[in-house]
């Protein structure tokens, strides 16, 4: 089990910019996909954004794509969404995730979607609200 802290959320105006951090422990963070999801108020939550194992391929949901980037230093354990001219729509508690199995990315190959429940660990979640 990993334990996954995010931190970075709060009140930004639209067009600005925040970067989440989420800080892992407890396992090898390197061997582990990590995800980005968010859940806005009276909707399911929603699947923003995946890293391979060694940050060489990413995907990002096209809600966010050319927007926000998602990245890794595996010698701090972390990992982030940075997130670039916000909308309101953006509004979300935004949750980390590692993948629950080591390795699911080989190399060369493609980072793409995943399910909810091939994660296995959550972060607590950080809330982010653009006002328009």
Known sequence: QVQLVESGGGLVQAGGSLRLSCVASGRTFSSYVMGWFRQAPG???????????????????????????????????????????????????????ADRRPGRVATGQAMGVMTEAEFGSWGQGTQVTVSS
């Open 43 to 97: 909707k399911e939550r929603e699947y923003v954004a995946a890293i391979s194992q060694r940050g060489r391929s990413t995907y990002v949901s096209d809600s966010v794509k050319g927007r926000f980037t998602i990245s890794r230093d595996n010698a701090k354990n972390t990992a982030y969404l940075q997130m670039n001219s916000l909308k309101s729509e953006d509004t979300a508690v935004y949750y980390c995730a």
